[in-house]
């Protein structure tokens, strides 16, 4: 067996996990999806427009840094 291929393939299967963590991230930002954090009171403080604009620049980023 070939020990040095099969750890490369660990790394692959790795970073497809992260791929597509990062593509179904990307897409709720895509579809309008409105994102928000709760506070410990229960009032959900929604991201703005530019927040928004924001994430999906990132996650654009990371996808085209790290996944072919």
């Known amino acids: 067996r070939d020990v040095e291929r099969s750890r490369g393939l660990g790394d692959v299967y790795k970073r497809q996990g992260?791929?597509?963590q990062l593509?179904?991230?990307l897409a709720l930002y895509e579809q309008?999806?409105?994102l928000y954090l709760m506070s410990a009171d229960g009032e959900r403080?929604?991201?703005?427009e530019q927040q928004l604009a924001a994430q999906k620049k990132k996650f654009t980023?990371?996808?085209?840094q790290n996944c072919r």
């Open 18 to 20: 992260y791929c597509n």
């Open 23 to 25: 593509k179904s991230e």
């Open 32 to 34: 309008g999806g409105r």
């Open 45 to 48: 403080n929604y991201q703005s």
């Open 61 to 64: 980023k990371l996808i085209k």
